[in-house]
Each structure stands twice: as structure tokens, then as C-alpha cells.
């Protein structure tokens, strides 16, 4: 069967999302399926799910923000950070009240470094870190930039905590929880997780995996540009769109002014109340050239 485009799914807890995008796969005889950022087994919620041609810009929403409802447990630590890890220590619990809770919460806010968990599938000289960890090994795991956009208290009892979360791609709320525990002076992992937002995408549009094998037909799809609305757009004229389409860097000298944050952008044309996109691009300033030609759109509509 030939699609091309998004599905977005609500995935249920208790599978992987390897595990759910094979079933989606042999149900509806799809050649090519893809997600815009992996949900871990006992988490559910929005898994942007990317079928034929949309697989070829998965990587452009990992960076995307995201959004989540997580509920923690006091008093205890896990080696994966989340319930299906072995207990690693129990410790009385400090209390915390709910004005205290708000306060740590808010002082997480913003730009930080985080060190990715051993028990993830980051690669580190070509092997995925849970490799190491299976085996005992010891690995030096580099931290990195994470931005958290807002954190606020849902609710708290004496042993529980419950938060939602907006956070840039490629942030684990599982060290996040962790940390949260360390600087009320507690320990403590996750038990539930929900992701609720992705980019542009919400929970509240998905279908979940039950109804979905239930369908005889795979449901209309977004369209596969759908999921890039969060990258800043530079908007070029029809000379600039050729000499894009042709592959010459020289161009972006031009479009500069535009031009200002490191990282994906898309190149756009704009015709009266319509965006068409002509090509994802990368801003790499410390590097020249300083931009690059990621993957290009057809543009035969706007050269013409």
C-alpha cells in the first residue's frame, strides 16, 4: 500500500514503540514507518508515527519541543529511572510541601546540561548505552544542552509527585525526575509518563492503537510538511529558489539578514496567503559555508 505522510497515535503502556509500529505495519501492508521520538515501554501518549516519504524528515522533528505528564515516587531509586528497574535503594522521605515543590520546580527552568541515562539507546563508539550497561561496563557519557520551556506542580502527596513538562528534543524525563528528587534532599524515579505534545502535534488529535487495528483502511494521513512548523522560515524569490534547487551555497550570502539562529531552518517561498517550502538548510556558523542544503522539496510550482 502506498501513503505517504503523519498518523499520529495515542500508544498505550506495556509496549515498545518498535513493538506498536510493527503492528501498524502488517496491518496495513506498509513499506516504510518511522516515529518522531520513541516512547520507553511504560510510557503512552503521542507517538508521531512518519509512513513512506515522511520517514526521510523524522530526524527534523526529534528536535522539536515536547511535552509531558509524569508522575514520580519518593523515597526510592531504580537503575533505569523509571518502574521497570531494579530497585537500587530505599531512603526515608523528606517532606516537601506544595510551595516548596513549585519553587524547586521553577529553579529547573530554562537552559542546562543533562548526562543522557545509561539504560537508553544513545551510541557511544557505535553501541547503544543499555549494551554497556547489560554488561557491567563502565562508559564516559557526554551531557548535554537541554532547554525546559515550562514545569509546574499537578499535584503531591507524601510519596508522590506529579508534574507536566515542555522540554526541547532529547531531553529524558526519567534524569529529570531524578535530579527533581536529589534537590528536595529525596530519592526518586518515575512510575508514569505521558507524552502530550509533539512540535505542533497533540495527543488530543490521535487515534489510539486499538481503534486504529480496528480500521480496515489507514486513516487520512497529515501531510508529511506538517511536521516542520516549529523551524524558523527564511523566505527567498524565485531567482534565490533556483540557485537553492540547484544546490549553490553561495546563495545564503543573500538571504543572511534571515538567517540568525544555529540549526534547521526552512527556505520558502511565499505567494500571496501560501508558504511553499523549497528546502530544509542547516545554519552552522562556526563552519563555512555556513549553511548547507539538507534535502530540497519540488519546486517546479514556484520556478514556473
Known sequence: ??????????????????????????????????????????????????????????????????????????????????????????????????????????????????????????????????????????????????????????SNQTDELEFSVTCSGGTYIRVLAEDIAKKSKNLGHLIELRRTTSSNFSIENAISLASLLDLEEIPQLYPMLSMLQHLPKVFCNKAQVKKITQGNLAIFEELKEQIIQPGYFICAYKEEDKILPVAICNHHPMLLPFCSIERVFDAREIET
Open 1 to 154: 500500500m502506498k501513503s505517504d505522510g503523519i498518523l499520529l497515535l495515542d500508544k498505550p503502556s506495556g509496549l515498545s514503540s518498535a513493538n506498536a509500529l510493527n503492528q501498524i505495519k502488517k496491518k496495513f501492508k506498509l513499506d516504510k514507518i518511522g516515529h518522531g521520538g520513541t516512547l520507553d515501554p511504560f510510557a503512552s501518549g503521542l507517538l508521531v508515527v512518519m509512513i513512506g516519504e515522511a520517514t526521510k524528515v523524522a530526524r527534523f522533528l526529534l528536535e522539536g519541543e515536547k511535552s509531558y505528564i509524569a508522575k514520580m515516587k519518593l523515597g526510592s531509586n531504580t537503575t533505569t529511572g523509571d518502574p521497570e528497574g531494579e530497585l537500587v535503594e530505599r531512603k526515608e522521605i523528606t517532606p516537601i510541601e506544595s510551595i516548596e515543590w513549585k519553587s524547586i520546580l521553577s529553579s529547573f527552568l530554562g537552559k542546562s546540561k543533562q548526562t543522557p541515562p545509561i539504560y537508553s539507546a544513545i551510541k557511544i563508539k557505535g553501541k547503544p548505552l543499555y549494551e554497556y550497561a547489560r554488561k557491567g561496563i563502565s562508559v564516559e557519557i557526554p551531557s548535554r544542552e537541554i532547554y525546559l520551556t515550562s514545569l509546574s506542580l499537578i
